[in-house]
Structures are given as C-alpha cells and as structure tokens.
Nanobody, 124 residues
Framework: QVQLVESGGGLVQAGDSLRLSCAASGRTFSTYNMGWFRQAPGKEREFVAAISRSGARTYYADSVKGRFTISRDNNKNLVFLQMNSLKPEDTAVYYC?????????????????WGQGTQVTVSS
C-alpha cells in the first residue's frame, strides 16, 4: 500500500510559477507509475501529467503541455509538478496518484492510490 501527501499549493498571480510535491510512503514507490490530476469546482477530475516508474517517460494533457513538468526522485520517494506560466483556468485542487498498470494511464480509474489534494488558486 502507498500513502501519498501533496504539498506546495497556494495563491499566485497569472504568469507565476509553483512547484507541487508529493511524498510517498512505503518501499515500493519505484514500482508505481505516478500521475497528477486536478479538479476545479463543479467539474470532473481531469488528468494533468504522468511519469513512468523510472522517470524516463512522461505524458501531459494538452492544456498543460509546455508549461508543466512532472518529475520524480525514487531515492526520496517524491514526485513533483513544476507549473510555469500559470493561468486562472489552472485553479483547482491538485491530486497525486499512483498506478500499478504497465502503461502511463490518463484516466482516474486506473490509479490505485490517491493523496488528499492541495489547492492551487491563480488570480488574474
């Protein structure tokens, strides 16, 4: 089992940057593909980015491609989401998730474990 705790959210202005972190418990962190999702009020949870077990492969939603970067440190059981050029439409609760599938999933039901989320608010 994996427990995930996100941090790094906050209130920023449009154009600013934020880096989210997700700390994972357990000795099996490197066996999971990791992903970031977000959910805005009144909207469904949507995929943001995913990274493979080794970190060699990444996958992004079109809405964040070129602005967000996902990375991981398997020695420290951490996964990051660097968010640049933030827009008001990026405002949401951001969730870290772990998947045991053999590919990089972009749908929530293919993730096994979830964090509690961290709020990101981008003002215009």
């Amino acid at each position: 089992q994996v427990q995930l705790v996100e941090s790094g959210g906050g209130l920023v202005q449009a154009g600013d940057s934020l880096r989210l972190s997700c700390a994972a418990s357990g000795r099996t962190f490197s066996t999971y593909n990791m992903g970031w999702f977000r959910q805005a009020p009144g909207k469904e949870r949507e995929f943001v980015a995913a990274i493979s077990r080794s970190g060699a492969r990444t996958y992004y939603a079109d809405s964040v491609k070129g602005r967000f970067t996902i990375s991981r440190d398997n020695n420290k059981n951490l996964v990051f989401l660097q968010m640049n050029s933030l827009k008001p439409e990026d405002t949401a609760v951001y969730y870290c998730a772990a998947s045991s599938t053999g590919w990089l999933p972009n749908v929530a039901y293919e993730y096994d474990y979830w964090g509690q989320g961290t709020q990101v608010t981008v003002s215009s």
